[in-house]
């Protein structure tokens, strides 16, 4: 017991260094069991008095020899446990030391080859960023994680690129930042009226809007959508919206787009991956609140990869933007501040649940006046600063741009305008190279014809003489009005009727009804009543290259049929349009506005229309209107007296006998 005890006191010592090695020597010498017990006791510094004053009481020497021996082990047990604490520790504490030594180290030879340490730099610039950029805080917890995730890759290594650019992408995008709005109605007033000539209706629905941002701090947004033919200041429109609010302005072409990742992005997971179109163009504005431009809505295409115009459901939807989400980013963005704008030529491309969401305003063209208008104030001066010149080196009078506008072009906007401008500018440019500096020319009516040659288009339809079978019939195209002649003429035959000009479907329907409808009325119109056994007729509409569809040619063909099948000219200064029933009724058709600029540009003031579309002449400009003699009609009879050139025969000739070999019976009921 003597020696468990003596060399478990040894193991004691080595472990606790407060017990001096003195003692341990002359513990070792002691022989008598009480002695011994009694001077380890009074040498273990860690056992409680409690356990000394028990060990004191006791008289038999073995059992307290017995009592020691457990107290001792105990001790022992827990020095060791201590031990190893002390020992994982230092170990620890070495080895921070000496990561903090070489870090130091090697920020020393960094600072001497004149570079810095460029991963914790960057790390430690991502984080300042971070901080700055005023994220949500779901957002910035999500880029925290991503900066710890890039901490513990190797600089180098592929993923830690891409978790770079993710995370500049999300310091890049503006969380908080908005531009001061302008909400002085009387300056964007100014501003619109400065940038644009006529358009007042859309002018006057922009400052209805600006009204609305001053009264109410977050109204709901609007998509306001421009539609209309090309050259007539949609795009530049938007550019005068930004202007006048004082926004930043963005421009997104989506003509051609048919990937759906061009709106919403690409997944990481992707090799070169990148966000849609939409957060790109927020990026690029700085601001939470640009003028947002979708151009060319009515372009887009889909296939294998995604519909792009679905897409688009979610940023233009005002219920659901401010949660945009971007495959890429992959946390929620708030689109609702950005003020969109779209622009297309068409509506009917435009899928109906997208059309659903805008608010479309119709740009119909121009008139005459607007467009001298237009030229004198914008175009010409940008024609003569973008050819060089100075305005005392050229004068444009107004009879030359009326000159320009009406022999030269037909159009509803404004780009072939400035293009002929543009013609004269370089023409007289080369003057002033070869002649010097002081060279001017005021450019009248008859220098326009030197300048640009033969006249493109005949002043006037109107001037023509009327003629049997040829009827003027106004249609609507994606780049505005256009007159559209119908000829019909007829050839003996078996009662066939032939359509060319390459027409849809719609309009041979259209004069299919034109046909029945005449072939019922015979005793009416004054026609021979078996036209239809002897007789074949042929309706062309020429520009056949062309193709050419919708109902409101309808009253146009079976004006040309009457005209040729009883005999009777048509008058060249009347333009009509309407669609047609069996029963001889006119239907009310679209695209009014369009078609009487159309008639108004080719001179042509005598309008025939449906009397349902009486509501559309509202929208076209007063000017236009007072110079018109409109005909509102409701039954071919009507259309027949105003576009005919001279009554109809009284009496239908009589039937003359069938052909030999005509076994047919009458075609009278």
């Known amino acids: 017991m003597i020696r468990s005890v003596q060399s478990t006191f040894e193991v004691y010592v080595k472990l606790n ?11 070792q010498s002691i022989d008598d069991a009480g002695k011994l017990s009694d001077t380890i006791a009074a040498n273990l510094p860690t056992i409680k008095l409690s356990d000394r004053q028990a060990l004191l009481e006791m008289d038999d020497a073995k059992k307290r020899l017995e009592r020691l021996y457990e107290l001792m082990q105990a001790e022992i047990e827990i020095l060791q446990v201590e031990k190893k604490i002390r020992s994982r520790v230092k170990k620890q504490m070495e080895k921070t030391q000496k990561e903090y030594y070489l870090n130091e180290q090697m920020k020393a030879i960094q600072r001497e080859l004149g570079r810095k340490d460029e991963k914790g730099s960057e790390v430690e610039d991502l984080k300042k960023k971070i901080e700055q950029a005023r994220m949500p805080k779901d957002v910035e917890r999500k880029a925290i994680e991503e900066l710890k995730r890039l901490e513990a890759m190797p600089p180098m290594s592929a993923e830690a690129t891409v978790s770079r650019n993710y995370l500049d992408w999300l310091i890049a995008v503006p969380w908080f930042k908005k531009t001061k709005e302008s909400r002085d109605l009387p300056h964007a007033e100014k501003v619109l009226n400065e940038d644009h000539f006529g358009l007042e209706k859309i002018k006057e629905r922009i400052v209805e809007f600006l009204a609305v941002r001053v009264l109410v701090k977050k109204p709901k947004a609007t998509i306001l959508t421009l539609a209309g ?46 966000p849609g179109q939409i957060i790109q163009m927020m990026k690029k504005a700085g601001t939470m609140n640009p003028v947002f431009l979708l151009d060319e809505v009515d372009k887009m295409s889909m296939d294998f990869r995604g ?81 060089g010149l100075t305005p005392e080196n050229v004068t444009f009078t107004d009879e030359a741009l009326q000159t320009i506008i009406q022999r030269y072009t037909r159009e ?25 500096t002081s060279f001017s020319e005021e450019v009248t009516a008859p220098k326009v014809t030197e300048y640009l040659g033969v006249p493109r288009f005949r002043p006037s339809m109107a001037e023509e003489k009327n003629e049997i079978g040829v009827a003027t019939g106004l249609a609507w195209t994606e780049v505005g009005g256009e007159i559209l002649v119908t000829e019909a003429t007829l050839m003996p035959g078996r009662g066939k009727l032939t359509l060319t000009g390459k027409l849809g479907d719609v309009m041979q329907e259209s004069a299919q009804a034109a046909m029945s409808w005449v072939r019922s009325k015979t005793d009416d119109l004054g026609i021979p009543r078996d036209f239809g056994r002897r007789t074949d007729v042929h309706v062309h509409i020429p520009e056949g290259a062309i193709p050419k569809d919708g109902p409101s040619a309808g009253i146009t063909l079976a004006t ?17 349009t309407g669609e047609i029933t069996l029963r001889g009724k006119v239907l009310p058709i679209g695209g009014v506005k369009e078609k009487l600029l159309a008639a108004h540009r080719a001179g042509v003031m005598t309008i025939v229309m449906p009397k349902d579309n009486e509501k559309d002449l509202a929208d076209i400009p007063k000017n236009v209107l007072d110079s018109m003699n409109i005909n509102l009609v409701e039954t071919m009879d009507q259309v027949l007296q ?22 047919s019976l009458s075609t009278r009921h």
């Open 412 to 436: 509803a906007g404004v780009r072939n305008l400035e293009r002929e401008i543009s013609s004269i500018c370089r023409k007289i440019a080369r003057k002033v190279v070869v002649e010097g």
């Open 17 to 27: 260094k407060k017990v001096q090695p003195e003692v341990l020597m002359s513990v």
């Open 642 to 663: 105003t576009a005919l050139a001279g009554p109809l025969p009284v009496a239908p000739p009589p039937d003359e006998p069938p052909a030999m070999g005509d076994q």
């Open 307 to 387: 519909d792009p115009s679905a897409a688009l459901l979610e940023v233009l939807d005002p219920e659901q933007n401010h949660t945009f989400l971007d495959h890429y980013l992959d946390v929620e963005y708030d689109l609702s501040n950005v003020m969109f704008i779209c622009t297309a030529n068409v509506l009917h491309t435009i899928p109906q649940a997208l059309r659903d969401r805008m608010e479309v305003l119709q740009l119909a063209g121009y008139t005459e006046m607007e467009k001298v208008e237009i030229a004198r104030r914008f175009l010409a001066p940008k024609a003569v600063e973008g050819a």
């Open 229 to 274: 033919p090309p050259g007539v200041g949609k795009t530049s429109l938007a550019k005068s919206i930004a202007r006048a609010m004082n926004r930043k302005f963005v421009r997104l072409s989506l003509g051609g787009v048919r990937d759906e990742a061009e709106i919403r992005g690409h997944r990481r997971t992707y090799i070169g991956a990148f």
């Open 560 to 576: 040309a049929l009457v005209s040729a099948l009883a005999h009777v000219p048509t008058r060249r200064d009347v333009a009509m």
